[in-house]
């Protein structure tokens, strides 16, 4: 009978942040701020001189899924009605899945290392302001700043009878819906909208390690590019 191993790291977050400004007066301001700040960290590892031998499949499973959402809806009126309404996303995940230092596994079955990451983002702003002079302004920032990586490195030898994959994945989603009204003798309204990302995704074997796969077996079924 086939012995797998499975070392596997999950996390699942949701977070939501909502903000709420209202201003009625002579001079009406409304402010509202919604601010999301996430930094989690997914390992999944073998390291450090460890010796096994399965009689199945290995795999190492790094995966983390971020949901976030920041709404923010201001409301300001006066005989001057100045509103701001700013929703900012920030995520900073690291996702790791790795074999290392002098690890040595043999496999009968398949060997995967995989770390993959999925960050959903949703920021909606809304700004209404009203008056003899009305000024309205929406800010959405989004800045999502991963770093995924799996790996085989650091003299590990690792021998698997069927396949051997060392896998990497980032998806991300963003979106941003900003409404703005500004009514008067004098009426101003502006959004601004930012996203930013700096993400890394890397997936890789060093020089200094000692890999083979023999291929005794069906086939491993990865994703492609474009789905």
Do not use: C, H
């Not at 997914?42 to 976030?68: C, H, I, P, R």
């Not at 995940?93 to 060997?111: C, E, I, K, S």
């Not at 003299?155 to 980032?170: E, H, K, R």
């Not at 930012?194 to 890789?204: D, G, Q, V």
Request: no cysteine; proline share 0%; charged share 15%.
């Amino acid at each position: 009978a086939s012995t797998n191993l499975t070392i596997a790291a999950l996390e699942f977050l949701t977070a939501d942040a909502t903000a709420v400004g209202v201003a009625v007066g002579v001079g009406g301001f409304a402010g509202g701020q919604a601010i999301n700040d996430v930094s989690n960290s997914v390992t999944s590892e073998l390291v450090d001189d460890v010796f096994y031998q399965a009689k199945g499949d290995v795999l190492l499973n790094a995966y983390d899924e971020t949901t976030v959402t920041a709404t923010v809806d201001q409301t300001s009126g006066g005989l001057v009605g100045t509103g701001t309404a700013m929703a900012i996303n920030d995520i900073e995940n690291d996702v790791t899945a790795r074999m290392q230092t002098q690890v040595q596994l043999t496999a009968d079955g398949n060997v995967q290392v995989k770390a993959a990451e999925a960050s959903t983002v949703f920021a909606n702003v809304s700004g209404a302001s009203a008056g003899a002079v009305a000024v309205s302004g929406n800010v959405a920032i989004n800045n999502v700043a991963n770093e995924v990586t799996a790996f085989i490195r650091d003299n590990a030898t690792v021998a698997a009878q069927n396949n051997l994959l060392v896998q990497a994945d980032q998806t991300n989603f963003v979106a941003v819906n900003a409404a703005n009204t500004a009514a008067g003798i004098v009426g101003v309204g502006g959004t601004v909208v930012l996203n930013n990302f700096e993400n890394s995704t890397r997936a890789f074997v060093d020089d200094a390690s000692s890999i083979s796969a023999r291929g005794n077996g069906d086939p491993l079924q990865i994703r492609k590019w474009d789905e």
